[in-house]
């Protein structure tokens, strides 16, 4: 007689723990920094113009793939939180390489400056081990790979933080999409406003530009505030 054989259950892998995604998340950050994008962006006269239609540009790519990788609902949602994460670092990358192209310093553009232009607006104190102030100069200084990992740790961990914190927008479709692209739209405009500050020549020929931005910015807050309102009109509705 045959002996049937013992029947061994799967082990069940488990749950992701927010330690477990903060280090994720920071592997794939230093992966990503581990490659400088290349841009066809070149010194040119019309400086501004140029780096407002980037911006612009990116802007709205990162909104889109933002909201787009939001909109399933529930515990699939959380699926997609890093290939959503990746997919605006990368966006936000490429932007930030044109912009040093368009200044015509991308020839010195490394991953010190990328890392800071990325995360300057979200994780200040993080970063600032990155640059030195020279006069009235924010300048990237070359650090040892370790203080890299250090600083990607830490911005990892205030990523997840954020995303845990924020996680309820997963469990809302269409209206948590709408917010997570919302934010994704802003933050590619602040990396945008560091990368300018850090390539361009100085205060004086670039705060026209950011004054330009911030009217743009102004526009765009009175439409997410009506957004929002409505949000919050149809999840009332929901809960009645």
Request: hydrophobic residues 45%.
């Amino acid at each position: 007689m045959t002996k049937k054989p013992e029947y061994i259950p799967a082990r069940r892998k488990a749950a992701e723990t927010e330690t477990d995604l903060a280090s994720r998340i920071t592997r794939h950050l230093l992966d990503l920094l581990s490659h400088v994008p290349k841009t066809g962006e070149k010194r040119r006269d019309d400086t501004d113009t140029r780096v407002q239609a980037l911006t612009k540009a990116a802007s709205n790519k990162a909104a889109l793939a933002a909201g787009a990788l939001a909109l399933p609902p529930g515990p699939l949602g959380w699926l997609t939180i890093v290939p959503e994460l990746l997919a605006i670092w990368r966006i936000q990358a490429q932007l930030v390489a044109d912009i040093s192209g368009v200044y015509g310093v991308n020839a010195r553009l490394n991953r010190e400056q990328m890392m800071y232009c990325l995360f300057r607006h979200a994780a200040a104190q993080a970063v600032r081990d990155l640059v030195v102030r020279v006069g009235g100069r924010v300048i990237a200084q070359d650090v040892p790979i370790r203080v890299m990992e250090r600083v990607a740790h830490a911005i990892g961990v205030r990523v997840t933080k954020r995303i845990v914190g924020g996680g309820i927008s997963r469990w809302l479709p269409v209206i948590g999409a709408v917010g997570v692209g919302a934010y994704a739209w802003y933050d590619t405009r602040q990396v945008a406003r560091t990368a300018i500050r850090l390539f361009g020549s100085g205060p004086s020929t670039v705060d026209a530009l950011l004054d330009a931005m911030d009217a743009e910015d102004a526009v765009a807050e009175k439409q997410v505030a009506l957004n929002e309102a409505v949000d919050e009109t149809e999840r009332t509705r929901r809960r009645a």
